[in-house]
């Protein structure tokens, strides 16, 4: 079974422009999550996608960063204008529903450095 | 609010020491609780879980009791090995499956 697929692995880019990240999630999983994890931290969730539709996104700072998952299959997390403090690792990650109990399922994610 | 609070790190132990990492966790509500493994270069890893008071996860030789009344969920292995060299999150789970992680522990394990 193929697991979650993100690309690209590392990017770096300068303040004030614009990146994106793209997710391919396990196939047949309908809950879709993209989380941003800062050196020395836990993942903090950022977004959460059922099929096509956002479940959460309180901690989405909406001002720079948007999300989508058209067809409710791949996502594309954008991200404009960058900052500093958005250098992180940026992951994805699928689970089969969005129960309590779902194992999630993480990519290899991608990290951003911003200088 | 929902939190995990995991013991600090880095943790340094030579092969075949015993291993803990203790994780407590405040839930509004009633949570699932894993632990995630992520090894140098790797993505975050399912290493166990636990969905109820009492349940104990295991898998690799890893262990975890899930404690409601202490609100716990310590990470245990007998002997670890150098190949068990990685970071650990302790994460728990709430309806909607939205995870809360800890701020991950790095265990290095020496020959």
């Known amino acids: 079974e193929a697991g979650v697929a993100q690309s690209p692995r590392y990017k770096i880019i300068e303040k004030r422009q614009s990146v994106a990240f793209w997710c391919n999630p396990i196939?047949?999983?309908?809950?879709l999550y993209w989380y941003q994890q800062i050196l020395g931290q836990g993942p903090k969730l950022l977004i959460q996608?059922?099929?096509?539709?956002?479940?959460?996104d309180s901690q989405l700072p909406k001002d720079r960063f948007s999300a989508e998952r058209l067809k409710g299959v791949d996502s594309t997390l954008k991200i404009q204008p960058a900052k500093l403090e958005d250098s992180a690792v940026y992951l994805c990650?699928?689970?089969?529903?969005?129960?309590?109990?779902?194992?999630?399922?993480f990519g290899p994610g991608t990290r951003l450095t911003v200088l | 609010g929902n939190s995990v609070t995991q013991m600090e790190g880095p943790v340094t132990l030579s092969e075949e020491a015993f291993l803990t990492i203790n994780c407590t966790y405040t839930?509004?509500?009633?949570?699932?609780l894993f632990w995630y493994v992520q090894y140098p270069g790797e993505g975050l890893q399912l290493l166990l879980k636990?969905?109820?008071?009492?349940d104990k996860g295991s898998n690799k030789g890893f262990e975890a009791t899930y404690r409601k009344e202490t609100t716990s969920f310590h990470l245990e292995k007998g002997s670890v090995q150098v190949s068990d060299s990685a970071v650990y999150f302790c994460?728990?789970?709430?309806?909607?499956?939205?995870?809360?992680f800890g701020t991950g522990t790095s265990l290095t394990v020496i020959p």
């Open positions: 990650a699928s689970s089969f529903t969005s129960g309590r109990m779902d194992e999630q399922f």
């Open positions: 196939s047949g999983h309908a809950t």
């Open positions: 996608f059922q099929n096509n539709g956002v479940v959460d």
């Open positions: 839930a509004t509500g009633y949570p699932s």
């Open positions: 636990a969905t109820k008071a009492d």
């Open positions: 994460a728990l789970s709430l309806t909607g499956n939205q995870f809360y």
